[in-house]
């Protein structure tokens, strides 16, 4: 695939290219800029970077996630998290540590995500929520992913959400586990639903967003 996108666009710094798209590949689900990408890689330019990934997102490769601001502006020009379309060609061309499974996890549900065609931003102010869903222009759930939830990033984790409901004044939102259920019900009622990743895959969409 790499050597058609090189094709197509007539690109000239291959190596370059070919080292973005497997830097890419190998920190999936990680903040990303085009300055730092630039200063990492030793890429002539930030305009560059940004064309390089816009040819993979073209192709289908990679898609961007954005912060979620009401200004279009602004959330091009912030951070962004890189997703990949596929965990097993990931696996096959990238380093894999035993620590991806929580990537992997979290990568599975925005490609599921944009299956149902489901609009998806992050949430980050002091706190980050991995997916915020948005429908009609209004934010209608927020979503943690976390491949084990334990003693040490449960409140983390809970922290992440219950900032995405005070922002987006919602009742309820959703932590995903690789295979955890339960719910956690704050002091004020609203609730923490942790669901399964097989059964949100295998629920309707928004049932639990």
Same mark, same amino acid.
């Given at each position: 695939m790499?050597?058609i996108? *090189?094709s ?22 990680? =903040?990303i800029s085009y300055n730092s990408?630039k200063?990492?890689l030793?890429?002539?330019?930030p305009v560059?970077?940004?064309n390089?990934i816009?040819y993979?997102?073209?192709?289908y490769?990679v898609?961007e ?8 502006k602004?959330?091009?020009?912030r951070?962004?998290?890189i ?8 696996n &096959?061309i990238?380093?894999?540590f035993?620590? =991806?499974?929580?990537?992997?996890l979290?990568?599975l ?15 980050r ?5 991995d997916? *915020?869903?948005? =429908?009609?222009?209004?934010i209608? &759930? ?6 084990n ?10 922290r992440?959400?219950?900032t995405?409901?005070d922002?987006?004044n919602?009742?309820? &939102?959703? *932590?995903?586990?690789?295979n955890? &259920? ?9 609730v923490i639903?942790?669901?399964?990743v097989?059964k949100?895959?295998?629920s309707?969409?928004f049932l639990?967003?």
């Amino acid at each position: 695939m790499g050597s058609i996108i *090189i094709s197509r666009y007539k690109l000239k710094e291959v190596k370059q290219f070919k080292q973005l798209s497997h830097y890419l590949f190998s920190n999936f689900t990680s =903040d990303i800029s085009y300055n730092s990408l630039k200063n990492i890689l030793g890429i002539k330019s930030p305009v560059s970077v940004k064309n390089y990934i816009g040819y993979l997102e073209e192709s289908y490769m990679v898609f961007e996630l954005f912060k979620y601001d009401y200004s279009l502006k602004q959330q091009h020009i912030r951070q962004k998290k890189i997703y990949i379309i596929d965990n097993g060609i990931r696996n &096959s061309i990238a380093f894999r540590f035993s620590s =991806d499974n929580g990537k992997l996890l979290e990568n599975l549900v925005f490609l599921e995500y944009k299956r149902r065609g489901i609009e998806v931003y992050m949430h980050r102010n002091k706190t980050e929520c991995d997916f *915020i869903v948005e =429908d009609k222009q209004k934010i209608i &759930s927020a979503v943690q992913v976390c491949y084990n939830l334990n003693e040490n990033n449960k409140k983390r984790e809970m922290r992440g959400a219950i900032t995405a409901m005070d922002c987006y004044n919602l009742n309820s &939102s959703s *932590i995903l586990t690789y295979n955890q &259920s339960g719910t956690e019900t704050l002091t004020d009622g609203r609730v923490i639903v942790i669901i399964p990743v097989w059964k949100w895959l295998t629920s309707p969409p928004f049932l639990f967003s």
